[in-house]
């Protein structure tokens, strides 16, 4: 991996290759392991979590690339791109570090290069903060799709939380029912 | 001016145009403004009293609007697209789902011109309602293990389809337990003595007439689930037959039929066929997956703006949540998710389209890669939207935990789609089986193709090491 400073890592041919070579890498591993075993059957068996995880890092190199090539076509509007640009880094970088693992066992990484991966993450977020809710509202969700006081589009949540709560049901009145069955009895003794 | 509107003064970029690249088209962004609208105004679709209602009313409540909307579609004469959104909106699973989203693509897929033409307007009209009988009891992905039978008797020109073990009952098929009244079956074919595997046969369970289920079918519901609300408005459904007889032409007939004096006759079309069917399944769940990941990214990143804790001055307001890094860096990723979903359903759209076109032509040269990699696509996406849901209810500390938040009931519909389709880990060990076939294939000079081109240029990827 030829990263040597955290920037490095925001090129999307460099984090291409680290997909293509962290699948590539897991998949040919499984594939020796189980060429070893006594037959091939027993060998997919016994190594059947290590296939898992090439299967997961073949698919996860698909969605990196889908995303890529979404960008390579035109795309209007004011910062679209930018943020889209963004976005994909963000996905791809987050999966690097929270599968380090696969890319540190097959040897593709070192952990300083892990540390440059961090590091670039931390500050796409900070490039990513002042749009975070601009970017939720381009999902075009209603609040009725959406059904959630918290996830309001106005923001009014605490208001809205407790007036609802006043009218749940359970507040139809102001002593519950079974007071007289269950809670009085406890009170008097 | 509230925390929101302050945040969306600090946006760097066009808003209106990401709603169009996240709905594809300018005209995709006015029709969900227009039936969103729409259901949302209707008191008919009020989902907020949702989770306090029992199973019972929960799942009558979903049939009464599954009925109001195509009353909807009907005296409105809404568009198949139109339809759909609707549909969607409504935000119950239904019946519907099924009968639209898989009952009906089966026979479009492995049903002959004829029997296309007999059954699809049935099925559109809504005079029959169907659903997709494949699991069973015993048998989940595995679906060369289904006991079902379908025993051809020449001498009624019938087959006879029985459920000869527990194990056999058919469990799970969404709208089979009280709504439909035909379910395409699977079941192993048998003629002249001979098992031929499983094939799809449209079965009818219940009565045109009064709906009680017809002679030799036991059909019901199997029972509460997980959660409020979630898949409880549907009728999930088990099913047993003892000998039902059904017409030979019920028996799905593209890919292969049985003539009148029991002779199994393979049409020449693959039985791979039924995977372009299910790229049509698998996109439609991507592109679901970015769906319900964006719906609690959206809860929790507005909450986190709005929500405020610790870090004060002195005399100034707490900070929001937002601003923290470690919420940041679980609620961020999740947010880009959404929309690298997105982008996987329209290129799996691309890819459907490219398959169909394909199959038609004869070519099935591609079907092995595209059937590997969109079930673990399924796979990766669904796992990843659900734990994202729960990630997000988190995020909103202790109010996610409220109905209230949306995110409970959210999770309970979305979480099924870890197990069906086949078990997610098991749909990545089918994607192994084609790495490791592809890689065996490298020595004879094969060039892997599509999205495992890269696996040509292994050497070079472990060279560089």
């Keep these: 991996c030829p990263v040597t400073k955290e920037r490095d890592w925001i090129n999307l041919d460099t984090l291409q290759h680290a997909f293509e070579a962290r699948s590539a890498r897991l998949s040919v591993k499984c594939a020796t392991q189980i060429a070893a075993a006594s037959n091939q059957e027993a060998g997919f068996s016994e190594f059947s979590s290590e296939l898992v995880d090439a299967s997961r890092a ?23 791109r930018e943020q889209l640009q963004i976005l994909c ?16 066992v097959t040897g593709y990484l070192s952990s300083e290069q892990l540390d440059l ?73 | 001016m509230n925390s929101l509107a302050q945040e969306r003064k600090s946006a760097q970029f066009d808003v209106e145009a990401m709603k169009v690249v996240w709905e594809g088209s300018p005209e995709q962004v006015q029709l969900t403004q227009r039936i969103g609208q729409l259901v949302a105004s ?41 339809a759909l959104k ?77 459920t000869p073990t527990l194990t056999a009952t058919k469990w799970w098929p969404g709208g089979l337990g009280k709504v439909s009244t035909h379910a395409i079956v699977y079941a192993r074919l048998i003629t002249d ?21 017809l002679p030799g079918v036991i059909v019901a519901d199997i029972g509460v689930k997980f959660g409020n609300g979630g898949y409880n408005t549907m009728d999930n459904g088990l099913l047993r037959f003892d000998s039902v007889r059904i017409p030979r032409d019920n028996l799905l007939m593209r890919v292969a039929s049985v003539t009148r004096d029991g002779k199994y006759v393979p049409s020449g079309v693959p039985r791979q066929l039924g995977y372009g069917a299910m790229v049509f399944v698998r996109k439609s769940i991507v592109m679901d997956a970015s769906t319900y990941l964006s719906r609690a990214v959206t809860i929790a990143v507005r909450y986190s703006a709005v929500r405020r804790q610790f870090g004060t001055e002195q005399g100034k307001p707490e900070t929001q949540v937002i601003d923290y890094m470690t ?14 979903y997105r982008f996987l359903g329209v290129w799996m759209s691309w890819l459907y389209s490219d398959v169909t076109s394909r199959l038609e032509r004869g070519d099935f040269s591609t079907l092995p890669e595209v059937h590997a990699c969109t079930s673990g696509l399924k796979s990766i996406t669904t796992s990843t939207t659900a734990d994202g849901i729960e990630e997000c209810r988190k995020l909103c500390g202790g109010h996610g935990y409220l109905c209230a938040s949306g995110l409970p009931e959210l999770y309970a519909a979305y979480v099924p789609a870890c197990t069906y389709e086949g078990d997610n880990v098991i749909l990545l060990l089918q994607v192994a089986r084609f790495l490791m076939k592809t890689l065996s294939l490298l020595g004879s000079g094969k060039k892997p193709s599509g999205t495992a081109a890269y696996l040509g240029n292994a050497a070079d990827l472990l060279a560089k090491n």
């Design chain 2, 42 to 82: 209707d008191p008919v679709f009020r989902k907020d009293n949702r989770v306090s209602q029992g199973r019972l009313e929960l799942f009558k409540n979903t049939l009464w609007k599954a009925a109001h909307a195509w009353s909807i579609i009907q005296s409105m004469h809404l568009t198949e697209a139109e």
């Design chain 1, 58 to 80: 073949h698919c996860e190199l698909i969605v990196v690339t889908r995303f890529m090539e979404a960008l390579k076509k035109e795309i209007p509007g004011r910062g679209v």
């Design chain 1, 117 to 189: 991966a961090k590091g670039q993450l931390r500050s796409l977020f900070r490039e990513l903060r002042p749009n975070a809710v601009a970017l939720v509202d381009s999902f075009n969700h209603s609040d009725y799709y959406l059904g959630s006081t918290l996830g309001r589009f106005d923001g009014n949540v605490y208001e809205n939380l407790y007036n609802d709560a006043l009218k749940d049901p359970m507040n139809a009145s102001p002593v519950t029912e079974g007071y007289e069955e269950y809670i009085r009895p406890v009170l008097k003794r």
């Design chain 1, 89 to 104: 880094n963000i996905y791809a970088l987050s999966l690097v570090t929270a599968r380090a693992g696969d890319f540190l």
């Design chain 2, 327 to 340: 919420q940041q860096s679980r609620l961020f990723p999740l947010l880009a998710t959404a929309y690298a």
């Design chain 2, 193 to 213: 003595g001979k098992d031929y595997g499983v094939h799809a046969f449209i079965v009818q369970i219940r009565s045109l007439e009064d709906h009680h289920p």
């Design chain 2, 86 to 162: 609707l549909r969607s909106f409504i935000d119950e699973p239904a019946y519907t789902d099924l009968h639209w989203g898989m009952f009906i693509p089966a026979i479009k897929g492995q049903g002959t011109d004829e029997q296309q033409q007999k059954w699809l307007p049935l099925a559109f009209k809504q005079t029959i309602i169907g659903c997709y009988a494949q699991t069973e009891l015993g048998h989940g992905s595995n679906v060369q293990g289904l006991e079902t039978t379908a025993t051809f008797d020449p001498s009624t020109d019938e087959f006879i389809v029985n």
